[in-house]
């Protein structure tokens, strides 16, 4: 039996609905057809041009991306600009594009928790909980099962979620740690939150400077582990769900954005 993105659609929503997306977020079908065959998927962090071109050349069918490639209503769609030549790219392609962001991020078992399966953390709680359902929301907390200093607990998680570097927003390096916070993507907005809920640390990226020095004078400790590092996980995750209903799968990540020179 081959599968329409309808289908694919409407398994995936069954565990990751839309409904627990943030409200100002853009999940589901971007551009495409609902009724459209489906052979094969390629999972992607972002639509780059490069990503659509992969999945040109290897005949995916749907393309589903962790960010949405449309957030704000779009008034012209022309080869002038980049994101018109990207929409017209994948109707004259016949491939359809969709996207799962912040509901995939919150559900359970979602993106936070399969972060959280890599570090090996068995426990945790929503740090900002959804109105409907408290084991779904932005973010989780959890307490360590073995005490670590900063720099100890940096290595650890560098090899656990494989980055090759973290930046360090701490007084004190040597300060052992015990409850940590992790929001995958760009979470610092939630620094006060997480202090207020007694974390040691904060795991999170897109870090910029003036909130840095804000968490660090307030006595936080911070990982900046990037953007597209803290996510790129997304593929592994969502391919057991997908090679699940029977279809191929293949991965294409354009990035990371920001190279270490």
Request: charged share 30%.
């Amino acid at each position: 039996m081959i599968l329409k993105v309808k289908d694919i659609i409407g398994n995936l929503e069954k565990k990751y609905p839309k409904a627990n997306a943030e409200s100002w977020d853009n999940v589901g079908l971007i551009v495409g057809k609902l009724n459209q065959e489906v052979r094969k998927v390629q999972l992607s962090l972002d639509t780059t041009d490069k990503v659509i071109e992969n999945a040109i050349k290897n005949s995916a069918d749907l393309i589903i991306t962790h960010h949405p490639m449309i957030f704000k209503p779009v008034k012209t769609i022309t080869t002038m600009d980049n994101l018109g030549r990207k929409i017209i790219k994948l109707i004259e392609n016949n491939k359809s594009l969709y996207a799962m962001h912040t509901n995939l991020d919150s559900s359970k078992d979602g993106l936070n928790d399969y972060i959280l399966n890599l570090l090996e953390v068995e426990n945790s709680k929503v740090i900002d909980v959804n109105e409907f359902d408290n084991e779904v929301g932005i973010g989780r907390l959890y307490t360590l099962s073995k005490e670590m200093n900063i720099d100890e607990y940096a290595t650890f998680v560098k090899n656990s979620l494989k980055i090759k570097n973290i930046r360090i927003i701490s007084e004190n390096r040597e300060k052992i740690i015990k409850k940590v916070a992790l929001i995958n993507g760009s979470g610092m907005s939630y620094w006060r939150k997480v202090k207020s809920l007694g974390a040691d640390l904060f795991i999170t990226g897109d870090i910029g400077y003036h909130d840095a020095l804000d968490a660090k004078e307030a006595g936080i400790n911070v990982f900046d582990i990037g953007h597209f590092e803290s996510e790129n996980c997304f593929v592994e995750l969502l391919r057991k769900d997908i090679e699940g209903m029977g279809i191929e799968v293949i991965t294409f990540n354009d990035g990371p954005v920001f190279e270490i020179y």
